[in-house]
């Protein structure tokens, strides 16, 4: 189980990297987002809801992902 | 100032003249305060603080335009070493600047970190610029210790509503406590956290201002209710803004109409007798730099200040002050001795717009003028009304092909005036303007505005001989 930033439609606002509970969401210098499918735990045993998705301000942009093996994920 | 003797009546009008002397001393030069000191003092926002925990149904964060003036909006981010570089390169560059803001784009207590540190760089390097913040209030009484400890002295809240039912159709999520409020349970928080950061602020000795976004058909039968509301909470000033269209947003989608610019003085001189109220404000950028009301942003983007050596000089800065203030000091002089002759028939009240390009003067072309500033012109005086924006005439293409649509652009923004005071006024728009009943004036180039008006008003107005200097 993990979030995942749309790229397309992240306006690199910052507002989720400041409240994951598990430092999973990091930027690069180019503003880009990215949030590790290995730390992320959608918030489970912290929050009731993933505090990316409920504070970003584009509908739609952080995703469930799903049907992926995380073991392949850099 | 101002004031009146039997026969003549004084022509300057200070919003600001009811204040006590500690408060009005704070906003002297602070040009998003004080109307008369936007004429000559400088500010400038810097955009630190990109993340927002309120969505308002008239923002779109996806937007941005360099070309787009209205808050929320900015081309660059920056950290808060790169803010205070840039700072520091304005401060030299436009010395006239004595206030930095921070205002977005997102909300600058969403971002308490980059926020906090911006300020804390800016008052080691540059203690003598004023330092303020503007935010929807959400975090406002959390943060109010360290507002206090780095001395922002100026906050702005944005409030747009007394019930919680205006303001559930007005936002449309918060984010509050690690969960995200919708309709009526976010409204119910977000208006409790927000009078509750103004009278934290109040109590901890900060000078507050509202903003309120004037939406006719959401909030407009609150906004009197909600001007006497802050009022009374003690806030010192109310700045009463029109709602800007702008694409993707909900109420857009909704056909949310803005206020029409006589909607907008009729709600402000509602609620003028309950308060002071700002009408200069020009709803600027989250990264604007200069006079309200011109940005010189793109003069200062992280390009040309990375390469700038930049040698902060606060003697400089304070020598141009005080050149300011002995200017600042000889029109005051001049408008006291101002005055308009009183008519047995309360006298005949003109709307006129006026060119200028600071320092209070006439001294913008209309060919150039960005915007007009529009005073009310009585035997009570001249009041200044608000601001319109128009595109400039002769707005830089090679011909002025375009010019005959530009102009009656600007026509239908200035219809309700009966005149245009500005330092030059070319032939061909002058021609069309006298035809469609705006008289064309650029006989008092270069002077004092007020002392422009007067004269206006007595030689076209009273139609008396104009009087000699």
Redesign the interface.
């Known amino acids: 189980m993990a979030m995942f930033i749309r790229q397309e439609d992240c306006?690199?606002?910052?507002?989720c990297e400041?409240?994951c509970p598990t430092k999973a969401i990091n930027h690069d210098e180019e503003?880009r987002f990215k949030i590790d499918p290995r730390l992320c735990v959608e918030c489970e045993g912290f929050?009731?809801?993933p505090?990316c998705v409920?504070?970003c301000?584009?509908d739609g942009c952080i995703v469930r992902l799903e049907g992926i093996d995380y073991g392949c994920v850099e | 100032m101002g004031g009146c003797n039997a026969k003549r009546c004084g022509v300057g009008i200070d919003e600001l003249s009811h204040l006590p002397d500690h408060i009005k001393e704070k906003v002297y030069n602070h040009p998003c305060y004080s109307q008369e000191a936007h004429h000559f003092y400088a500010r400038m926002h810097v955009a630190v603080a990109?993340?927002?925990?309120i969505?308002c149904n008239y923002c779109n964060?996806?937007y941005d335009c360099a070309n787009e003036s209205r808050p929320g909006v900015v081309s660059e981010?920056l950290t808060p070493e790169e803010a205070v570089k840039k700072v520091l390169a304005v401060a030299m560059e436009i010395p006239q600047m004595t206030v930095v803001g921070i205002a977005g784009?997102?909300d600058p207590l969403?971002?308490p970190?980059r926020t906090f540190r911006t300020f804390e760089l800016i008052k080691e390097k540059a203690p003598d610029i004023k330092l303020c913040l503007s935010t929807n209030g959400l975090k406002l009484t959390e943060y109010i210790g360290k507002i206090k400890e780095l001395g922002v002295d100026h906050v702005t809240i944005t409030i747009n509503a007394v019930s919680p039912e205006v303001a559930s159709r007005i936002y449309s999520w918060i984010?509050f406590n690690?969960?995200?409020y919708r309709g009526l349970e976010a409204a119910k928080i977000l208006l409790e956290k927000q009078y509750e950061g103004l009278k934290a602020c109040v109590e901890n000795g900060i000078l507050v201002k509202v903003n309120t976004v004037f939406i006719p058909e959401i909030n407009g039968e609150e906004i009197e209710e909600l001007s006497k509301k802050v009022r009374k909470m003690g806030a010192f000033l109310h700045n009463i803004m029109p709602y800007v269209e702008s694409d993707g947003t909900v109420y857009q989608r909704m056909g949310i109409k803005p206020p029409t610019p006589s909607q907008l003085k009729e709600i402000q001189e509602k609620c003028e007798s309950h308060m002071s109220l700002m009408r200069h404000c020009r709803q600027c950028r989250a990264d604007a730099v200069g006079l309200l009301g011109e940005d010189r942003g793109q003069e200062f983007t992280k390009d040309k200040i990375a390469k700038l050596e930049i040698n902060y000089n606060p003697e400089f800065r304070k020598s141009i002050h005080e050149e300011i203030e002995k200017e600042r000091e000889k029109l005051r002089k001049a408008r006291e001795l101002l005055s308009i002759p009183l008519q047995e028939d309360k006298g005949i009240s003109v709307l006129v717009a006026v060119a200028s390009k600071g320092n209070m003067l006439v001294n913008e072309h209309f060919g150039t003028a960005h915007e007009f500033l529009i005073y009310e012109v009585s035997s009570k005086g001249c009041k200044f009304i608000h601001h319109r924006k128009v595109t400039p005439y002769c707005h830089g293409s090679i011909s002025c092909l375009e010019g005959g649509e530009v102009l009656e652009d600007t026509i239908s923004k200035l219809s309700d005036c009966k005149a245009i005071l500005a330092a030059k006024i070319g032939f061909e728009p002058r021609d069309v303007l006298e035809q469609r009943g705006i008289q064309c004036v650029d006989e008092f180039a270069c002077l004092p505005i007020e002392e422009a008006l007067v004269k206006y008003y007595e030689k076209y107005v009273l139609k008396k001989k104009a009087v000699e200097v």
């Open positions: 306006i690199s606002c910052y507002a400041g409240e503003g929050y009731e809801e505090q409920a504070i301000p584009i | 990109p993340a927002c925990n969505q964060r996806k981010l784009p997102g969403a971002n970190e984010f690690h969960r995200r």
